[in-house]
């Protein structure tokens, strides 16, 4: 069993690199959900959608989010009605918020719905939600405090950032499944997401830190950044504000006590002695993704990296 | 001020008629919740709705619900996601449900959201759900007891009917402004709705009869039975159940302490007089609406009998 950690679009390119080369069925995807949020009333959960709409084949690859060749007649009609409209919802899109709201409502777990979506929609890999209680990603700006998508998709991450905390998590557990599958993977790999807003809120559950430290796997990691610009994203300004360096280091050192193997660009080859000295083994390779076959054989080195 | 007493499609056309021929802010319409349902999570109020969209100039009257030109994305996605999907509820469609469920969550009442509503669509006439609080219309069958929605389409009304019952009267109050729109009407008009499943749940709210009984506007009914047929929908099997001949005149009986005239069919020229003997004047019409032109027709008749 292979354990992935990750966020939404750059996870999931890894993600549908992974399951072209090894059984579906053998993986097990624990996915960041500090950035969910409510809109119009509906529980959205954007990392799950992205790695289900993936995995099912529906995902729309060029936007990194929804479904392909959805359309969003609700979501116009929903601004005519004096709603804010700027998080984008398709209406197939809006059919997986409806049904898990209404789950939620009925006092269903996160996990027990992610489950039931998943399986609805022919997916073969377990998709767990790092927990089934709320855990909020909230970056503090000059503008104000506010959650990852106020930040990312309203504000078009063009706030500098003082700070980043996740709210929550004193009184989050670990979804079921998560400290389990950690502890009896044969390999487990972190995504090149955004480290502080996918992969250190999944961290900051109690004891999924401890666990992937303890676990006999091996750990793998695959950088997000290449020199010094993110292959994505607000990664470079979040590291910063948390005091990180904003490299392919910095992010090594997110995961420094529990990473055993991390890939880095072919650019940042000089980077490998001090990432030796924080005892991860370093590879470098070429890892942007930007398309199919890319994806697969960036999944064939990690196998073949945590296979030896 | 003009107020209406209405269901959903039979009292739309009356509707329609009625706001071409009058200015529409001096209409108040007094609409049955009795239908209203939870569908996906999402609260539904089909006859508010019907009434919102046919003023709003959107609703489809080829099908009598819902927005014309919309489309299914979302629903077929439900479908897709295990849901139910009996109800058939369009993507623009959807998005009033979405506001409305947000709304009420929100500890919003139904009359404010429905007020809100219709004024974000251009709506001009004043729509009144006959509570804030939840009735619900259950109709008995040989199948079980279910709700009218369950009854109508899902069960495409063909069970036989037992008894039609409306759940919650004890615990409901009208909805502000009701009862004062009553008491200070020019005229009041009860739509050629279904009488069992459309008007008498708004007559079984407290003081709403009486005020009916009360006010010194004068009450103008429109059958929807012509001779032993229904113009649409499963009226007759609904009156028989409730103790109610099907006919015109059983309509009459059903309101029959607050009607003062009643417009019939040419064809039920031969009930006059026993509708006579129930105190109301008669008048016998061509009552059927099939077309813009026949709804403006109607609703001039009404106006030049409410006028004398």
Chains 1, 2 share one sequence.
């Not at 995807?29 to 959608?49: A, E, K, R, Y």
């Not at 002695?273 to 697969?296: F, G, N, Q, Y």
Request: net charge negative.
């Amino acid at each position: 069993m292979i354990v992935v950690l990750t966020g939404g679009s750059g996870g999931a390119k890894l993600i549908e690199g992974l399951v072209a080369e090894i059984d579906p069925a053998e993986l097990t995807i624990i996915c960041n959900t500090g950035d969910d949020g409510v809109f119009h009333g509906l529980h959205v959960s954007p990392d799950i959608d992205t790695i289900i709409y993936t995995l099912a084949g529906l995902s729309d690859s060029d936007k990194g989010w929804g479904i392909k060749d959805d359309t969003f007649v609700a979501l116009e009609q929903l601004q005519r009605l004096g709603n804010e409209a700027w998080f984008t919802l398709g209406d197939k899109d809006l059919a997986t918020h409806i049904t898990r709201t209404r789950l939620l409502r009925e006092g269903r777990a996160l996990s027990e719905i992610t489950d039931h979506l998943r399986r609805m929609l022919g997916v073969r890999s377990t998709i767990l939600p790092m927990s089934d209680q709320r855990i909020e990603t909230r970056v503090t700006t000059p503008l104000g405090e506010m959650s990852f998508q106020e930040f990312f998709v309203k504000a078009g991450w063009a706030p500098a950032v003082c700070a980043v905390r996740f709210e929550g998590t004193d009184k989050c557990r670990p979804a079921p499944g998560v400290i389990d599958a950690i502890r009896h993977a044969d390999a487990i790999v972190v995504c090149p997401s955004n480290p502080i807003t996918s992969i250190v809120p999944i961290l900051s559950v109690p004891d999924i830190r401890s666990a992937l430290m303890a676990t006999s796997a091996t750990v793998v990691g695959v950088s997000p950044i290449v020199g010094a610009t993110a292959i994505s994203g607000p990664a470079l300004k979040l590291m910063i504000a948390s005091g990180f360096e904003p490299s392919a280091l910095g992010v090594a050192r997110c995961y420094a006590d529990f990473l055993d193997t991390f890939l880095v660009a072919n650019e940042d080859r000089g980077l490998i002695p001090a990432l030796e000295r924080l005892c991860i083994k370093a590879v470098a390779s070429d890892i942007r993704m930007p398309d199919r076959a890319a994806r697969r054989r960036m999944a064939r080195e990690l196998l073949a990296l945590v296979r030896n």
